[in-house]
């Protein structure tokens, strides 16, 4: 019976340890905010961005990625927990 249960629920729970991961990397992710971070500097840089708006959305985006770091990583830690 521990065999026929390793054969059929470990693949299941390997896709979705994977499906999670990806999901967590989609929704929290790092590059892209830092991405939005250099694109905010640039657009008031050259002028197409006031400051007072510029500066509220470099507030916005800190605490977006300051949030998607700390998601990621409790995240990623629970499902290494879970896989072992």
């Known amino acids: 019976m521990l065999l026929v249960d390793d054969l059929?629920?470990?693949p299941?729970?390997?896709?979705?340890?994977?499906?999670?991961?990806m999901a967590i990397e989609?929704?929290?992710?790092v590059e892209a905010i830092q991405d939005d971070?250099?694109?905010?500097r640039l657009?008031?840089?050259?002028?197409?961005?006031?400051?007072?708006?510029?500066?509220?959305r470099r507030e916005e985006?800190?605490?977006?990625?300051?949030v998607a770091r700390e998601a990621r990583e409790t995240?990623?830690?629970?499902v290494e927990v879970k896989g072992q």
């Open 8 to 10: 059929l629920l470990r």
């Open 43 to 56: 657009l008031y840089e050259i002028g197409d961005r006031s400051e007072g708006e510029y500066e509220r």
């Open 26 to 29: 989609e929704m929290y992710d």
């Open 75 to 78: 995240l990623t830690n629970k």
């Open 12 to 21: 299941i729970i390997m896709v979705g340890n994977v499906i999670h991961s």
């Open 61 to 66: 985006l800190r605490t977006q990625l300051e």
């Open 37 to 40: 971070i250099k694109e905010n």
